[in-house]
């Protein structure tokens, strides 16, 4: 049976889900404050959610170490609903999708891990392990222009080749 608490808390938790589904980024501090008085949700349940968090973070950085990265994912933005400026949450989330982008080549999570890296910068400027996750972004970006172009190159072979053949075709058929 759910208790008043537990309703709270899932009516929080569910409220900043939409808010990171709608808007495609983290929720500030701020906005958490605003959800939570417009709630009701007293600060025993915001510690409640906080400790949910630390779970979902524990659980997250284990999927990462093992390479889990859809996994590592999912449970590393559970934890970061609730610590949105957390950066060592933000760069292991950051490192999933580094390592999701390369083992699936999914555009998507180079996009998101980049602007994960660049948040990080955001709230603090100096913080390292950001600019390290950049670089290694950026890392991969040439592998995947260079892909990019030789799948290119092949498909201009393969015309080129298609086109001499039918051009060696049509002049033979005409002498």
Not at 72 to 101: H, K, R, V, W
Request: charged share 25%; glycine share 6%; hydrophobic share 35%.
């Amino acid at each position: 049976m759910e208790t008043s608490t537990d309703h709270l808390v899932n009516n929080y938790i569910k409220r900043i889900t939409e808010l990171r589904d709608k808007t495609d980024r983290i929720p500030t501090t701020e906005e958490l404050k605003d959800i939570a008085s417009e709630l009701g949700v007293t600060t025993s349940e915001i510690n409640i959610a906080q400790e949910l968090s630390k779970k979902s973070f524990t659980k997250g950085k284990n999927y990462l170490k093992i390479k889990e990265w859809d996994d590592a994912i999912l449970e590393l933005a559970d934890a970061i609903i609730f610590n949105p400026s957390d950066l060592e949450m933000l760069t292991c989330l950051g490192q999933s999708y580094l390592g999701n982008f390369r083992a699936t080549k999914n555009n998507e999570y180079l996009d998101k891990g980049k602007a994960i890296a660049k948040q990080c910068l955001e709230i603090d400027p100096d913080y390292k392990p950001a600019y390290t996750l950049l670089s290694d972004f950026n890392k991969v970006l040439p592998q995947k222009e260079q892909e990019q172009s030789t799948q290119s190159g092949c498909a201009g072979c393969i015309s080129m080749i298609i086109g001499l053949t039918v051009l060696g075709w049509l002049a033979s058929f005409f002498n």
